[in-house]
Each structure stands twice: as C-alpha cells, then as structure tokens.
C-alpha cells in the first residue's frame, strides 16, 4: 500500500481548483491519517482535527509571530515580505493587542452596526434589483455588499466608494497563499493608495468629525491612551481586508449551499426567524476562512504531541 502522503494532499488543497470548491474529502483523509504533522512544504505545524486547533488557537503560549521574521514563504516556495512598521490588532500580542484592541472596541459597538441596519438593507434592496432575479450573484451582489457596508461604517462618503472597491480587492487577494508575484505587486500598489485615501479623510474627520467608525478611532481614549494616526490607519485597512472577503465568501457560499439544499431554502422561505441560525449552519458547513495559524512561543502538547517553542502552525 503507498503511504499516505499528508503534503501532497495539502498542495491539492491549496493549488487544485477542483479540490479548492470542494475540499472536505480530503480534509477527512488527513483527519483520519495525519490530525497533526509538520509539512515540509513550509515548514509548519499543521492541525486537521476540530479539538486540536481550538486548544491550538486557544492557548495563550502562542499568538502572532508577525514582526519576528521579514519573510513568509507560501506553498509555492514564494517568499513574501512580511509588513513592517505599525502592524495592525491582528498581527499583535497581548499587552499591545489587548490596548489596540481596548481602544477600538470603544467605537466599533453593536450599537454603532445596528444604526446602519436601515442603509444596509437599502443596499440590499438596490443590488438585487439590478440583479433583476437572475445573473451572477457573487460579482453583483456578495462582491460590492461587504465593501459599500464597510465603507458606511467607516464613514467614507458614498461617492468615493467606487474608487475604493477595486484597491479592497487586491490588497485581499495578496493576503491568499495562493497569491502569485502580480497579485503581490498589485496588492502593495493598492494598499498604499487606500493609505494615501484614508490619509486623507483622518484629517477631515479630525477638523470636523462625524457620527462614524473613522471619527470614533480617532478620538478613542482609554485615560490618557489613544491610538496613534499609523494605529487608526492600520487597523481601519485591516477592518476592510478582514471584513470583505470573508462576508463576500460567506454570502456566495449561503447561497451556494441553498441551490444545492432545496429543502433547506424553502424552511428559510417560510420561517425568516430561522436566518441566524442557517448563517451559522454555513459559517459552520462551509466556511468562508478555512485556515489559521499561530506561532508558539512555549512547548506545548496538544493530542499527545509536543509542538516545540519557536515553531509556527
Ligand atoms: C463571515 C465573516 C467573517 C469571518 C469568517 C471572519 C473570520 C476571522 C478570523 C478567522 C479571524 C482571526 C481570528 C484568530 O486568529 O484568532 C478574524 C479576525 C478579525 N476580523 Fe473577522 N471574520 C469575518 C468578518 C469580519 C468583519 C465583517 C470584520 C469587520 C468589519 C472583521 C474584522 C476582523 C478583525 C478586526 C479581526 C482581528 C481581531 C483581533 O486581532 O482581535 N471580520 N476574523
């Protein structure tokens, strides 16, 4: 019998656009024959059973290993830059994670979503009219939803939206491990004009702030602590680039899922109280982010298997 080969099964998922739109086979062969091995591919730790990553990603011994290299290598072998300078919440460790993330939750609320609730769904309502009931749902409707959304909560002025979109896009598509050179450049070249645009509109809502996400981060304070211009500017980027695609994904997938669940659709079509729970069910069934990763900064076992300090997953 050939051995079960783990990191050919992992390239397939990654690289093969067959497997990329259906994945779960595979993810059950590696459940079944490697829960947790270190892939020569990149030289992580890699975590194919659902109680193992929870621990994984749980354990307060690991978190972000960004600003301790200048590189990433993907699966192809490309080497990345690595951000340097401010780094956004994501890319941080607590204490400083724990601060950044203080001071913006002071002005990211619920209470700040909810009041945008009746311009969401205005947005909705516009969009799948030019949908006109049929068409290509994920380019005209999931694709500009997140974005526009995102830019309301932010308080970018509807006319600039537009230009906005495409410079969102790309800088995504750079974060995928499957980004070529091109995607790459591109998304450098972008995510320095969305700076340059957001720059721009700190200093008019500093002059003059408004009732939005920008203002709030702005003039966020914990006692004498407020995030640094850099600070408000990198972590608005990653409230577009973490907000965007994976809602984009999530909607083309809710729907994807329903054509293929007929019955399933027609419970939603007649009980609208059940929409929560289906949004879970697919976050659930098929998920937008199907990977994430940790360094370890201690050893740590996790299912019967030291992971050495030092190591990344
Ligand atoms: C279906 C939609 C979404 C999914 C599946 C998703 C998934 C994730 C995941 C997996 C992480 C990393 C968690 C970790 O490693 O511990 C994350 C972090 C984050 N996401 Fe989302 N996300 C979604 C929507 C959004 C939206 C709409 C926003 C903002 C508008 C957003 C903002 C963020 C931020 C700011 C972080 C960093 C949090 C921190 O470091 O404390 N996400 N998200």
């Given at each position: 019998m050939v051995p079960f080969d783990p990191d050919a099964t992992l390239l397939k998922i990654f690289t093969d656009p067959e497997t990329i739109s259906d994945p779960y086979p595979l993810y059950a062969e590696l459940r079944e024959h490697a829960p947790i091995f270190k892939t020569e591919l990149v030289g992580r730790w890699v975590f194919t059973r659902f109680d193992d990553a929870r621990a994984l990603l749980r354990?307060?011994?690991?978190?972000?290993?960004?600003?301790?290299?200048d590189e990433r290598v993907s699966l192809d072998g490309t080497k990345r830059k690595v951000r340097s300078g401010t780094l956004p919440m994501l890319m941080l460790n607590p204490p400083d994670h724990t601060r950044v993330r203080g001071l913006v939750a002071r002005s990211f609320t619920p209470r700040r979503v909810e009041k945008l609730r009746p311009e969401v769904e205005q947005m909705c309502d516009d969009l799948l009219a030019d949908l006109g009931?049929?068409?290509d749902f994920v380019g005209s409707v999931a694709f500009p939803l997140p974005a526009n959304v995102i830019s309301a909560l932010v308080g970018v002025p509807a006319e600039d939206r537009e230009y906005l979109r495409p410079l969102i896009y790309d800088l995504t598509v750079g974060?995928?491990?499957?980004?070529s050179p091109e995607d790459l450049a591109a998304a450098e070249v972008s995510g320095a004009k969305l700076t340059e645009y957001l720059q721009d509109l700190v200093a008019r809502r500093r002059a003059e702030p408004q009732d939005d996400l920008l203002s709030g981060l702005i003039q966020a304070a914990g006692g004498e602590d407020m995030l640094t211009e850099s600070e408000v500017l990198v972590n608005t980027s990653l409230i577009y680039a973490a907000g965007f695609e994976t809602t984009t994904h999530l909607l083309g997938n809710a729907v994807r899922q329903l054509v293929a669940h007929p019955d399933q659709l027609e419970l939603l079509r007649n009980d609208r109280s059940l929409i929560p729970q289906a949004i879970e069910e697919v976050l659930r069934y098929?998920?937008?982010?199907?990977v994430d990763g940790r360094h370890v900064f201690e050893d740590i076992e996790i299912g019967g298997v030291t992971i050495p300090a030092g190591s990344s997953t």
């Open positions: 354990d307060p011994r690991c978190g972000s290993g960004a600003g301790l290299t009931g049929e068409g974060i995928e491990q499957t980004a098929d998920p937008p982010v199907q």
